[in-house]
């Protein structure tokens, strides 16, 4: 299959190129650092983002793309469903 953009670099605005379903953990970090979250099903987020700060993000709609550098997605606190990493 032609890639038309094979050998560009992947900047911070170009679209996701690689994809991994979350399971929320306090203490285990993502695979990968996110670009984005994508969130299936409505609920609260807790997360630790790439700078180390933890937070919670309450009351996230379903169908919600969520454009954060994320290293972890706590269990305590997260009760959103269908996570999907995106990068």
């Known amino acids: 299959m032609a890639d ?3 050998g560009m670099a992947i ?7 690689h994809g991994f379903t979350i399971t929320p953990n306090d203490s285990i970090d993502l ?4 670009r984005a979250v994508w969130v299936g099903g ?3 987020i807790t997360l630790v983002m790439m700078s180390g700060a933890t937070l919670t ?3 996230i709609p379903a169908g919600t793309l ?4 994320a290293v972890r997605i706590q269990a ?3 009760d959103a469903t269908g ?3 995106l990068v």
């Not at 900047?11 to 190129?17: E, I, S």
């Not at 695979?31 to 996110?34: F, K």
């Open 4 to 6: 038309r953009f094979e």
């Open 11 to 17: 900047g911070y605005d170009a679209p996701a190129f």
């Open 31 to 34: 695979s990968e650092i996110t």
């Open 42 to 44: 409505a609920g609260d």
């Open 57 to 59: 993000l309450p009351s």
């Open 66 to 69: 969520m454009p954060v550098r």
């Open 76 to 78: 305590t606190g997260t």
């Open 83 to 85: 996570l999907v990493g």
